[in-house]
């Protein structure tokens, strides 16, 4: 690193050499990825191929044990925690869908805002009509507006897909990453998704991972394929999927 | 649709509670000082301190739910706090004493100098000003609360370990006020207090008063928790207690936010304690007993778990059924009935009273809205379609 530089890299982010064990099994091994801003990756493998760990390190819950991880060229993720790394931009949908299930979908939403987060902002909160706003046109965004009073946890798989998206939206975060957005649905519904994450992507960087190959496909951006912990391949969705070692180990099954 | 009505029932059950706390503190001491001993409708001055005690512990049940209801911190040490507002009370109260005690001391009471004490220990110091003592009733505990919450909540104990490292605490502070060389009445605690602000504490004027300021304390420990839960805040709070990682993921400080409700209640049980001690007229230190603590957690699942409402209720029946059958033949077995009240509202009512019938007034109204939509439809009114 050179130290006249500040910014180490133009990445938004840059991962080279992470390591994590548990209790001495190698869930990431040696994983180096880099993300252009603006960019919109997808990432696939097989099951344990450590793509959710890779989530879990890039917004803090896990801990690397050895690694260089970047978020926009200057930060340092791995010494930092959660909720900071929150507020510096980065949001996460999860695998299974969290939603705070006995709250309302807007309530969910209004959570989700990225407005004054501390005791004293909350506790002294007014609504703005700025922010009122907002929650509507993401609840039009992801089709939720004629749900917008019922219980989150009352909403089908699909419909809490969505919402934890929404509330991706709200936060409004540099970096998203979206794990298995279109598990449990549709084909129009995973077409719709497809069709969002796209939109997204015009104004924000993302990481999407999917095991769903015709909604890879669709989204027509680079594709990283994990395996044990490690890439294995990268590319347009044509070249890693004619990759011998990709068919090998997760498509040709 | 729901969740509006959620409010609204509760906005309802708040008002019905406000209500009904108002009037026993207004109707209650003036039926006892008005209306002639014996009569009917008077209400005798034992009945007043009873009653007194049970408002105390429904203060104590509010504390609890605002952090256990709302938040998912189960406290299994609350009655430390409360005793230790009582404690803060007490000594307050010993130091009114002044000459009147067995040995006369001007200064100090009669177990330091029984103890052959020569001079008041610092941690007594400025408790014969009222002011000072009620300022200490809300900082003592509050400090303590912070600096516990300060550790458990940064190094993230939650859960079963929380609740096991809050019992450690109480029984802690247990031991240590026992001990005579603690400074604090040792096992007998203080008692024989003699005068607040200058009024007998005996009297029936000043127990009658005492009542009112608790119901008014209830009242406004009420209208606290109420405001805290029905902010955004409150809204984070329930984040954290249904999906707490979740909640750090969007950029919330959580332990800032248990950190903040964990002294507010903290405080709250502080006050009760404070209310309790005038009018129990003692304070030693089987308050801190690790079982009071569960008690009164079971008041609260009785009651009905974040419903605040159902907390105070569930601390006032309780405790009714606690006097009603500590009284009789069945003295010796309260505890087994406790024990298997708490796994009855487990097993069957697992919202407590309150949650339960929260929950059919909802479901029967919206059967009663669904009947009439329907009723609507055949009448050929379209209805607005729900999004799938
Ligand atoms: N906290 C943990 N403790 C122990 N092992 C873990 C932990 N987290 C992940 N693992 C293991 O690490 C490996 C990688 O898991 P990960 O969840 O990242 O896989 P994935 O690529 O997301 O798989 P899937 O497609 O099934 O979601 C798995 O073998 C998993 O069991
Ligand atoms: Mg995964």
């Given amino acids: ?110 959570l989700a ?23 509507d046109r993401v609840l039009e965004t992801i089709r939720l507006t004629e749900a917008r009073n019922r219980l989150a946890g009352s909403l089908s798989h ?35 998704t497809a069709e969002l994450l796209k939109e997204i992507n015009k104004t924000h960087t993302v990481v999407v991972v999917e095991h769903d190959m015709t909604f890879v496909r669709e989204l027509g951006v680079k594709v990283t394929c994990l395996h044990e912990g490690t890439v294995l391949a990268e590319g347009t969705i044509d070249q890693v999927s004619s990759n011998e070692r990709v068919i090998e180990v997760y498509l040709g099954r | 649709m729901t969740p509006h009505m959620l409010t609204r029932s509760l906005d309802r059950s708040a008002t019905i509670f406000l209500a009904v706390v108002a009037a026993c503190g207004i109707l209650i001491p003036l039926s006892n000082l008005l209306l002639p001993a014996g009569s009917f409708l008077q209400v005798p001055t034992y009945l007043v301190a009873l009653w007194g005690k049970y408002v105390c512990y429904a203060i104590l049940a509010l504390s609890i739910d605002l952090i256990w209801g709302y938040c998912g ?70 400090l303590l609360a912070f600096c516990f919450g300060w550790l458990a909540f940064r190094s993230r104990v939650t859960g079963v370990y929380l609740s096991i490292i ?7 502070l247990l031991l240590a006020f026992f001990r005579n060389d ?21 009297a029936e004027g000043t127990r009658a008063a005492l009542f009112a300021l608790s119901c008014l304390a209830l009242i406004a420990g009420f209208l606290i928790c109420r405001a805290i839960v029905s902010s955004k805040l409150g809204k984070v709070l329930i984040a954290v207690r249904d999906a707490e990682s979740r909640t750090r993921f969007l950029g919330y400080r959580v332990e800032s936010y248990k950190l903040f409700v964990f002294t507010v209640s903290a405080c709250m049980a502080g006050v009760a304690g404070a209310l309790y001690v005038p009018q129990v007229g003692i304070i030693n230190p089987s308050e801190f007993a690790p079982g009071n603590s569960i008690e009164a957690v079971i008041w609260v699942a009785v009651g009905g778990r974040g419903t605040l409402v159902g907390a105070a209720l569930g601390a006032v029946v309780v405790n009714y059924a606690k006097t009603f059958f500590t009284s009789g ?22 919202k407590g009273i309150v949650g339960t019938f929260n929950a059919w007034w909802d479901s029967s109204k919206e059967k009663r809205a669904a009947t009439m939509a329907s009723a609507a439809a055949e009448d050929g009114v379209a209805e607005p379609k729900m999004a799938e």
């Fill in chain 1, 113 to 135: 805002l990225n407005v004054d987060h501390s005791v004293r902002g909350t506790l002294f909160w007014r609504g703005s009509r700025d922010e009122a706003e907002r929650i």
């Fill in chain 2, 182 to 202: 603690f400074g604090f009445g040792g096992n007998n605690g203080l008692t024989d207090f003699k005068d607040i602000l200058g009024f007998n504490v005996q």
């Fill in chain 2, 166 to 172: 809050t019992q450690a605490m109480t029984y802690a």
């Fill in chain 2, 329 to 350: 033949v069945l003295a010796p077995y309260w505890l087994f009935m406790l024990g298997a009240l708490f796994i009855l509202v487990t097993l069957l009512l697992p």
């Fill in chain 2, 73 to 142: 911190i189960l406290s299994l040490g609350h009655g430390a706090f409360f005793a230790l507002g009582g404690y803060a009370m007490g000594m307050y109260l010993m130091r009114q004493i002044g000459t009147r005690g067995v040995y006369g001391n001007p200064v100090l009471p009669d177990f330091m100098v029984f103890l052959n004490y020569s001079k008041l220990p610092w941690t007594w110091y400025g408790f014969d000003m009222f002011w000072f003592a009620a300022l200490m009733v809300l900082v003592v505990p509050g």
């Fill in chain 1, 1 to 110: 690193m050179n130290v006249m530089d500040t910014r180490a890299t133009s990445a938004m982010l840059y991962l080279d050499g992470v390591h994590v064990s548990f209790d001495g099994f190698h869930a990431i091994n040696n994983l180096s990825l880099t993300l252009e801003p603006g960019e919109m990756r997808a990432i696939i493998g097989p099951n344990g191929a450590g793509k959710t760990t890779m989530m879990d390190i890039i917004t803090g819950k896990t801990k690397p044990d050895e690694g260089t991880v970047l978020f926009d060229g200057v930060t340092d993720l791995t010494r930092l925690d959660e909720t900071r790394i929150a507020e510096l931009g980065i949001g996460r949908k999860f695998q299974k869908p969290t939603v705070f299930e006995s709250q309302t979908v807007q309530d969910n939403l209004l």
């Fill in chain 1, 158 to 192: 699909g419909q809490k897909q969505w919402l934890e998206i929404g509330m991706l939206l709200a936060q409004d975060p540099k970096l998203l990453l979206v794990d298995e957005p279109v598990a449990g649905m549709t084909d129009v519904e995973t077409h719709l």
